[in-house]
């Protein structure tokens, strides 16, 4: 999603290594699920921001690539239990007990994963780093059910959105940030000056995120997108949108989010264009990544740092 | 499911007492679905065996309520995860979208709990109590898929179905059992004596749960039971039953595993009872509560491990 390629291939590269090589369960099911997630891709960006921050305080990444494993497959995890089904709609002619069987799996699998992940890191990291994963994995799930009693909430408050992209996002990146900074024997003052920039970082990425939803169709980047919407998610552009909507606008995207069948996605991604909501997107998405450069003020200038500086700058980028 | 009001009501009370005052979170949906299912009974049998470990090393088992309670909740959250639907004729007559919005806030549940019970160890526990306790997280996982895909196979061996047992129930006795001792800080020889006892318990206590699954209904405990048949699991009198079955009795059970409607339920449990699955069975956890018993011989006589010994007793009882 995010162009991050300039910095560091070769970490991505041991990172990916280390994935390969290190996770391997005796329940070849088990072991299946999660390689096949950990194939479908992602940027690493997690792992990445940790080696960075422990970088930036005179740490050698290459020493630190299993906790940053860990964060990936953190999220790893959480994609795995993402995958159950929540949808009735994509039930429709396929075989349900095949489905409900892959449900389990899911389940499992990710239970799995987060119990090995916590299994090494109590065997091999000294507190807080446990704390700080475990109590980052409650604020994920927190994120998660918020977002999910949210679905469909067109009077949702920007403040309220901005809390669940805190929790359910941000609260990773964050923690990247953090242990990446304990890992590099960090100052109180530079840790937390790290922790806010993976925080306010987190923030913008999920903007971004949010943003691609209903821009990539109008780019050549393959079919349209718009799952968000389709799933009644309520991402920051709509909101923003509907704050200048008139009522037709309005009248509309309660149908379409009521699943009445009059309304097409693509009439509701030109409404949030025409209300503002996609400017009005990219303003916030640069607010926060203004402000997660700012929070490096207390880091001394180093390669990583300008890295970091790199990664939130790529998140104006279309 | 077994009896073991004798021992200690007054501590189970106060794990009571600490599950209704401590878990408390932000989220109302996550705070409900637990308390549901901490409401919906169970006899708190792992807390028991936690702190009469650590009362048998001579600890307070007062001081150790906390501990204990997260073993019972680590039980809970597996419990909310099991609840993710598993069978496609349990939907029939449901509205799906609801099931499934079930379904994403069972597993976020679960996966909140076991967060915020890794965040509370993690905080308050030193190695290796952490770190135990996310392994057997681990091991139950592992044996939960182990059992999936063992679904239905009439022909599994009683080696790997002690295998299974073993992961999915037995490992959660035997931390329970070490983290006690640990707690009571006995020596390496204690500590693995009261594990191998946990351990061995925790299987005679599966195969039991088995074993009443089929003569529940012999009894006056209400409905029949027999759901671990309906649900196609391999129990221990099945397997039993099938080494000494004749070839019409295999034939019935292949037909109802392969879900032909000819053959009833109270069919197979006559054909389990004549077959000798229901003696077996009963011979089976006598020799593991046995193993159970003598694993305390380095542990010395006190009032706790009197209790441990009758808990191993109740077992033989119906």
């Not at 109590?135 to 927190?142: E, K, N, R, V």
């Not at 100052?187 to 923030?203: N, P, Q, T």
């Not at 691609?212 to 109008?218: E, Y």
Request: with cysteine; glycine share 6%.
């Amino acid at each position: 999603m995010i162009e991050t390629a300039r910095s560091d291939p070769s970490l991505s590269a041991l990172v990916e290594e280390f994935f390969r090589n290190s996770f391997t369960t005796d329940n070849p099911l088990i072991t299946e699920a999660i390689r096949r997630m950990l194939a479908a891709g992602g940027k690493r960006i997690r792992p990445r921001i940790a080696l960075l921050c422990a970088e930036a305080n005179g740490a050698l990444p290459q020493a630190h690539l299993e906790l940053a494993a860990y964060l990936e497959l953190i999220h790893v995890a959480t994609l795995i239990h993402d995958d159950v089904v929540d949808n009735a709609v994509i039930r429709r002619g396929v075989n349900a007990t095949a489905v409900d069987y892959g449900n389990r799996i899911s389940v499992l699998a990710g239970d799995y994963l987060f119990a090995w992940i916590f299994k090494n890191v109590t065997a091999r990291y000294a507190h807080p780093i446990p704390n700080i994963l475990s109590a980052t994995l409650a604020q994920i799930c927190d994120g998660e059910v918020l977002q999910l009693r949210s679905l469909g909430n067109l009077d949702l408050q920007l403040g309220a959105y901005v809390e669940i992209v805190m929790k359910k996002t941000a609260s990773l990146f964050a923690a990247a940030a953090e242990c990446g900074a304990i890992l590099g024997s960090a100052s109180a003052c530079r840790r937390k000056a790290l922790r806010d920039f993976g925080l306010y970082y987190g923030i913008a990425f999920q903007m971004k995120d949010d943003l691609l939803d209903v821009t990539a169709n109008a780019q050549m980047l393959g079919k349209p997108a718009c799952n968000d919407l389709r799933e009644r998610k309520v991402t920051i552009p709509l909101l923003l949108a509907l704050k200048h909507a008139d009522a037709p606008f309005r009248a509309t995207v309660e149908r379409f989010y009521a699943g009445d069948g009059d309304a097409t996605v693509s009439a509701l991604v030109t409404g949030i264009d025409t209300f503002g909501g996609i400017e009005g997107t990219r303003s916030e998405i640069a607010r926060y990544a203004d402000r997660a450069r700012l929070s490096l003020a207390p880091v001394q200038e180093s390669r990583a740092k300008a890295q970091l500086q790199h990664l939130a700058a790529a998140l104006l980028e279309e």
